[in-house]
């Protein structure tokens, strides 16, 4: 290091101070500029790039949040449609069976009519039948009763004391 002090020269230091200057204002001039605009450019950018992931998350979470109540609100909808479906299908269900029980008891109705009606014409068709034999009978009874004129005779005596005059 001794060397060196006794080595040194006033006029190279000088031409180096100068050379070194001159390199440090050309640095700054051309150099220190750009890399510190760079430098800049840089950090603003990840700045701006934080500032956006931040905005991006918060978007998100909005989203999320509205993703969730339009869940919600989709799933009480549904809830609803299918109370109200069920509903109808009680509904419908319940005037199918109400429609069945007047369909029947109509049906029902008809039957019974209409079993008075044909027990009514067999009534009426025995009756007939009936009478018609008696008929037959009483003709044929009768004509054999009534060969005899002596019969026919007392029988109208008889008949006579029945009947009473007022």
Do not use: C, H
Request: net charge negative.
């Amino acid at each position: 290091m001794e060397a060196l002090i006794n080595q040194f020269s006033y006029g190279l230091f000088f031409w180096q101070l100068i050379i070194l200057l001159v390199v440090i204002f050309l640095l700054g001039k051309f150099a220190w500029k750009p890399i510190v605009n760079a430098l800049d450019e840089r950090e603003q950018g990840i700045a701006n790039a934080l500032e956006a992931a931040e905005k991006a998350k918060l978007e998100m979470a909005r989203l999320t949040n509205e993703n969730e109540q339009l869940l919600k609100e989709a799933r009480a909808e549904r809830d609803v449609i299918l109370k109200e479906a069920k509903e109808l299908k009680e509904k419908i269900v319940a005037e199918a069976k109400t429609q069945a029980q007047a369909e029947g008891a109509r049906m029902i109705a008809q039957a019974k009519a209409e079993i008075d009606e044909q027990k009514n014409k067999a009534l009426a068709e025995v009756k007939s039948q009936v009478s018609s034999l008696s008929l037959d009978i009483a003709r044929k009874v009768l004509t054999k009763e009534f060969e005899d004129q002596g019969k026919q005779e007392a029988l109208v005596a008889d008949l006579l004391n029945d009947v009473k005059l007022n």
